[in-house]
T-cell receptor, first 113, second 114 residues
Framework: DAGITQSPRHKVTETGTPVTLRCHQT?????MYWYRQDPGHGLRLIHYSYGVKDTDKGEVSDGYSVSRSKTEDFLLTLESATSSQTSVYFC????????????FGPGTRLTVT | AQSVTQPDIHITVSEGASLELRCNYS??????LFWYVQSPGQGLQLLLKYFSGDTLVQGIKGFEAEFKRSQSSFNLRKPSVHWSDAAEYFCAVASTGGGNKLTFGTGTQLKVEL
C-alpha cells in the first residue's frame, strides 16, 4: 500500500468554523489531490498540487483552499465550514507527469453541524 | 470534456456467479482508463488500468476489463464472484489539461448474495 495518511480520520465541527485536513505521503510523489465523495456524485476533485507551492483548482473548489509547503504534506482548509461540506474527503497521490495512476489515502469523514 | 458513465447504481449477484460492471466514457483521443474498488470505510484501491495495446487487461483479485473503442466502453468482469468482492466500484478516465487528473464515474455498488 502507498504510504498515505490522513488526519484527522473523523471530525465534527460547527458551521462557520475553519477546519484543516492534512494529507501526508512517504512516497515522494510529485502530484497530490484532494477529493470529496458524496452519494450519487462519486469522487469530485477539489484542488490538486503539482509540486511544492504549486496548486490548482478542481471542479468543486469554492469554499476550500490548499497549501503545500513540503513535498510530503498537502493541507486542505475549509475557510468557514458549511453543512454542504459534510462529506468524506480523500487525498490521493500520483508519481510523475504522464503516469496517471492515483493512490488513495484512507479518508476523513467530516461532519458540519 | 471527458466524462464517465456507470449506468448501474446497484448490482446484486450470487456468490459464484459471473459479474460484469459497465463503464462508458467520453473522450476524444485514446483514453487512459482505470477501475478502482472501495470497500466500506476504506480508500480506493486500483484494480486495473488500460493505456494502450491489448484491449483485454488483467488486474488484481481475478478481475479483468475489456476496452472496446467502437462502443466507448471499458467493462469490468469477473468469472466467479466471492462474498468479499462486495464493495463499490469506480471507473475513471484520465483528464486532459495536465495534472495527471482523473474523472470518475458515480460508482456501482455490488452486493453479493450467499
Amino acid at each position: 500500500d502507498a504510504g498515505i495518511t490522513q488526519s484527522p480520520r473523523h471530525k465534527v465541527t460547527e458551521t462557520g468554523t475553519p477546519v484543516t485536513l492534512r494529507c501526508h505521503q512517504t512516497e515522494n510523489h510529485r502530484y497530490m489531490y484532494w477529493y470529496r465523495q458524496d452519494p450519487g456524485h462519486g469522487l469530485r476533485l477539489i484542488h490538486y498540487s503539482y509540486g511544492v507551492k504549486d496548486t490548482d483548482k478542481g471542479e468543486v473548489s469554492d469554499g476550500y483552499s490548499v497549501s503545500r509547503s513540503k513535498t510530503e504534506d498537502f493541507l486542505l482548509t475549509l475557510e468557514s465550514a458549511t453543512s454542504s461540506q459534510t462529506s468524506v474527503y480523500f487525498c490521493a497521490i500520483s508519481e510523475s507527469s504522464g503516469v496517471y495512476e492515483q493512490y488513495f489515502g484512507p479518508g476523513t469523514r467530516l461532519t458540519v453541524t | 470534456a471527458q466524462s464517465v458513465t456507470q449506468p448501474d447504481i446497484h448490482i446484486t449477484v450470487s456468490e459464484g456467479a459471473s459479474l460484469e460492471l459497465r463503464c462508458n466514457y467520453s473522450y476524444g483521443a485514446t483514453p487512459y482508463l482505470f477501475w478502482y474498488v472501495q470497500s466500506p470505510g476504506q480508500g480506493l484501491q486500483l484494480l486495473l488500468k488500460y493505456f494502450s495495446g491489448d484491449t483485454l487487461v488483467q488486474g488484481i483479485k481475478g478481475f479483468e476489463a475489456e476496452f472496446k473503442r467502437s462502443q466507448s466502453s471499458f467493462n469490468l468482469r469477473k468469472p466467479s464472484v466471492h462474498w468479499s468482492d462486495a464493495a463499490e466500484y469506480f471507473c475513471a478516465v484520465a483528464s486532459t489539461g495536465g495534472g495527471n487528473k482523473l474523472t470518475f464515474g458515480t460508482g456501482t455498488q455490488l452486493k453479493v448474495e450467499l
